[in-house]
């Protein structure tokens, strides 16, 4: 059972903000201008809220020159990573400064706020931690469109709040029940894609092979618990918005737009 930590010293948190140019549905989606800001540097100016150091991670020099435009700190890594993950780590290589955990942020997250993180960094009071992610509950409000959309994972949790299964599919099945009623009889979870790993199993998870469920239902963090990894959650009422495609990034900027937060 998982016991909180009474270390005297606390961990030193990075933050690693991986980006890349050659999106395949949204190409320079890093650079695309939200508010006269690029993408990258509102996740950046976001993530600088909550974490002292922070770093974008990219294999491209336009987005390298960007983020040193509006002075942030970034670092130029390879071409042929694998994901976001394998990225962060070469990134955290190259620091000289010793962290002790590593927080993955995706770069297209512009609306990603400093509690959703702080949130995040909590898990870590626990010393059983090794990895950690977020999750949100499905509301009513948000009903059936989020509940079975592929592209917006679920996941499910044990009792001391530690990841069990993630899928692209509705988990769990809500059997003797109406699909409509589902939301209302269970605390259906939708997964928040940002990422806390301790130094060192950063460095252990990205020399494993792809698994079979990875492999399944394409999502990286299924190899991680097939390996026999444990993955802490916790919670937040903040929703996500990602930005896919440039459909995406014209209802982000409305929002931003609209908000009073950025």
């Not at 959703?116 to 059983?128: A, T, V």
């Not at 239902?217 to 802490?232: D, F, H, P």
Request: negative net charge; hydrophobic residues 35%; proline residues 5%.
């Amino acid at each position: 059972m998982p016991s909180k930590s009474y270390k005297e010293k606390p961990l030193k948190f990075v933050a690693i903000i991986p980006a890349r140019f050659a999106s395949t549905r949204f190409p320079g989606k890093p650079l695309a201008n939200i508010g006269g800001k690029t993408m990258i540097q509102r996740v950046y100016d976001q993530v600088s809220k909550a974490v002292q150091d922070v770093y974008v991670a990219t294999d491209d020099p336009r987005i390298f020159n960007a983020v040193e435009a509006f002075g942030g700190k970034v670092i130029m890594t390879s071409d042929q990573h694998r994901s976001g993950t394998d990225r962060c780590y070469e990134a955290f290589t190259k620091l000289k400064e010793h962290y002790d955990v590593i927080i993955n942020v995706q770069g297209d997250e512009p609306f990603i706020q400093p509690e959703q993180i702080m949130e995040l960094q909590k898990c870590f009071e626990y010393d059983e931690t090794q990895l950690a992610t977020l999750a949100k509950k499905i509301t009513q409000k948000e009903d059936l469109e989020v509940l079975t959309n592929p592209n917006c994972p679920k996941l499910i949790v044990n009792k001391w709040n530690e990841a069990l299964y993630f899928s692209r599919s509705v988990i769990p099945y809500k059997r003797g029940a109406e699909l409509q009623d589902w939301i209302s009889l269970h605390p259906y979870l939708k997964h928040i894609g940002i990422y806390a790993y301790r130094a060192d199993i950063l460095r252990e998870i990205t020399l494993l092979e792809q698994s079979p469920l990875e492999l399944a239902e394409s999502l990286e963090q299924l190899r991680w618990l097939e390996n026999g990894y444990r993955i802490k959650v916790g919670y937040t009422d903040v929703e996500s918005i990602g930005i896919d495609t440039p459909e995406d990034l014209e209802k982000v900027t409305y929002q931003f737009n609209s908000a009073t937060t950025l």
